[in-house]
């Protein structure tokens, strides 16, 4: 069965905790007064530019910021945003984009196809080390883009990569106008206040207090029903699930331990969906050599618990079900059938002897933003001393944590605690496992997994395409790329004041489209 155009399937990147809410004096104030919301950001975002966000703050805020150019749905079906139209050539090379006109920054100056052309130039720029770069090189050729006039842009492809259609649309265009010329993109002070083009504006940032969006009224689409958002940055989830409860925020991700002190608020309603999150141990093989034998990975892997992990960080799987293999369970070619490491004490100890290794001691770091990451680590610094592994515990603050596990090289533990939500396209985990991969933060290197990525990419056969993905889980479960720990399902408690049914609950983001929030009547 041959690739229909139409089959390639949402791809997303990257993870944060966030809520949103009204002041506590708007709280007596009636509902049609209500305009702004303040969202609970579990720490400071680390960068709003879409060429290098990649934790869960800066993706969610920069979501709010800049528009893709299209979604496309696990049907296959596109959402356009910035584009009005995208089409393929028979061959799969051609890919030509359509802007919608009338398009604006929020500084009003217009949004062209020399906009998305600057955006493409500064992502394949090794110098400007953008983290999309491995998606628009394939086979080590860069993806050509040519500027046909003003609203269309045409993409030549060196060979048939299957998953490009996704993450073309994917793309968030940044101001040729405003960082045209700047050396270092990721270290620009122009991202501090940044300028987009979504239905919300940047109007402040006070580091570790808050970031302030506003309404931008010249917005193409259906402008926002609030006139201010407001990202609170409460690192402590005490405090922040008082301030939800005493309504000074109006929602926010929930842990499974947290349920019992917020259900049954008259105000607060709690939702639970599927975010494709796959909870994992990072072994960070680019700090610690030890950790590069494949025998010693598999050692640690036995020696863990994942039940008691299931029980202790988040209570039942009702919560969380046990994670195999490293592709989400909605992710497209998933399965099960993978070496499972079930724990095994006396296989640990032997690989451990076979490696070598003896006297073995690791730091492991989380972020303490999560209460189920304590507890996680908890259990596996109790399980590898049973094997006679010890283990320092490294509780770090979240931007602390996120910019020394992205750094990857440099980096203070030897193991880390992290959640990816890649999307139902099998193609977004590339970035993660391969030698080269933009998110690649453990140094895994796989010769192996290298090529068959390569080879699932060209391949238009469906069936075979699935079947190349699946021996990839295979060996990544086998080789202990990453241990996974679990498939965690996202709990939302929003205030019931704001309805949210319109706003589109997404991977990452947790509301996909802001303004579709609105104060109900």
């Known amino acids: 069965m041959k690739l229909k155009r139409k089959l390639l399937a949402l ?184 300028v987009g083009n979504g239905a919300y504006k940047f109007k402040e940032y006070k580091t570790g207090e808050l970031i302030t969006l506003e309404r931008f009224d010249d917005y193409y689409g259906e402008k926002g029903n609030l006139q201010t958002i407001t990202y609170r940055v409460i690192a402590d989830s005490n405090s922040a699930n008082m301030a939800l409860q005493n309504g000074e925020i109006n929602a926010k991700y929930v842990q499974p331990d947290e349920i019992s002190d917020i259900e049954g608020k008259d105000n607060i309603e709690l939702i639970e969906f599927d975010e494709g999150m796959v909870d994992n141990l990072i072994f960070m093989q680019n700090i610690n050599d030890t950790l590069k034998d494949s025998k010693v990975r598999q050692a640690l892997s036995y020696a863990i618990n994942k039940d008691e992990i299931i029980t202790a960080a988040y209570k039942s799987e009702e919560y969380a079900n046990k994670a195999y293999s490293l592709f989400a369970s909605n992710t497209m070619s998933y399965i099960d059938h993978v070496e499972k490491y079930e724990q095994d004490k006396d296989k640990s100890k032997k690989l451990l002897k076979e490696a070598g290794v003896s006297d073995l001691k690791l730091k492991l770091a989380y972020s303490t933003h999560k209460t189920q990451q304590e507890k996680t680590a908890l259990v596996i610094q109790s399980n590898l001393k049973d094997v006679g592994v010890e283990v320092e515990l490294k509780p770090m603050e979240k931007s602390a944590f996120y910019g020394e596990l992205f750094d990857g090289k440099n980096s203070s533990f030897d193991l880390a605690l992290n959640g990816y939500v890649m999307g139902s396209e099998p193609a977004e985990y590339a970035s993660l496992f391969i030698s080269d991969g933009s998110d690649n933060m453990s140094g895994y290197a796989n010769k192996e997994i290298d090529k068959k990525f390569k080879e699932a990419l060209k391949e238009t056969d469906n069936d075979k395409r699935h079947a190349l993905y699946k021996e990839i889980q295979q060996i990544l479960a086998k080789d202990a790329a990453l241990y996974p720990i679990s498939y965690p399902k996202s709990i939302i408690a929003v205030d019931k004041k704001y309805d949210t049914t319109k706003a589109n609950l997404a991977p990452v983001f947790m509301f996909r489209d802001l303004n579709g929030i609105k104060v109900k009547n």
């Open 11 to 194: 791809g997303l990147v990257g993870t944060m905790v966030f809520g949103v809410g009204c002041s506590a004096s708007q709280e007596s104030s009636s509902s049609s007064s209500i305009t702004t919301m303040s969202i609970a950001a579990g720490g400071d975002a680390v960068n709003l530019n879409p060429l290098y966000a990649n934790d869960r703050v800066s993706l969610t805020v920069m979501n709010a910021l800049y528009n893709p150019l299209y979604v496309v749905d696990k049907k296959g079906e596109k959402t356009f945003y910035l584009a009005e139209d995208v089409k393929v050539s028979d061959d799969f090379l051609t890919y030509t984009v359509k802007l919608k006109s009338g398009l604006k920054w929020h500084d009003n100056e217009a949004l062209t196809a020399d906009d998305l052309i600057f955006t493409m130039e500064s992502i394949l720029d090794e110098n400007q080390a953008s983290i999309n770069r491995g998606k628009f090189v394939i086979e080590d050729t860069a993806v050509e883009a040519t500027k046909i006039d003003d609203t269309t842009v045409k993409f030549k492809l060196p060979v048939v990569s299957t998953s490009f259609e996704t993450m073309l649309g994917n793309i968030r265009i940044i101001p040729k106008h405003i960082y045209e010329g700047e050396k270092d993109l990721a270290k620009s002070e122009k991202n501090n206040s940044p």
